[in-house]
Nanobody, 118 residues
Framework: EVQLVESGGGLVQPGGSLRLSCAAS????????MSWVRQAPGKGLEWVSQ????????RYADSVKGRFTISRDNAKNTVYLQMNSLKPEDTAVYYC???????????WGQGTQVTVSS
């Protein structure tokens, strides 16, 4: 059974930091690119960041560039999102997703809530 399980969300003050984790199982993690996608209240899905299968290439949305860092540990089948200098507009449910060779999202996690508020 394929599973992507996010953790690490919570309530943080503006300017604070959180580290999200996404643990994968049931598929060959090292064959897949991994992304973080978020959904703010009342809004659609927003792509946040992506890392390739080997971890050597990363991309970020302009809204998070310089503040967020994506990484992965293929030995642990886990992808991370380090979020620094958090802003209220970063409040959202954060999902990890696995993308195959065609670039489509094949697998999704259940999401973890991040709330940035004073």
């Amino acid at each position: 059974e394929v599973q992507l399980v996010e953790s690490g969300g919570g309530l943080v003050q503006p300017g604070g930091s959180l580290r999200l984790s996404c643990a994968a199982s049931g598929f060959t993690f090292s064959d897949y690119g991994m992304s973080w996608v978020r959904q703010a209240p009342g809004k659609g899905l927003e792509w946040v960041s992506q890392i390739n299968s080997g971890g050597g290439s990363t991309r970020y949305a302009d809204s998070v560039k310089g503040r967020f860092t994506i990484s992965r540990d293929n030995a642990k089948n886990t992808v991370y999102l380090q979020m620094n200098s958090l802003k209220p507009e970063d409040t959202a449910v954060y999902y990890c997703a696995a993308s195959g060779p065609g670039g489509q999202y094949d697998y999704w996690g259940q999401g973890t809530q991040v709330t940035v508020s004073s």
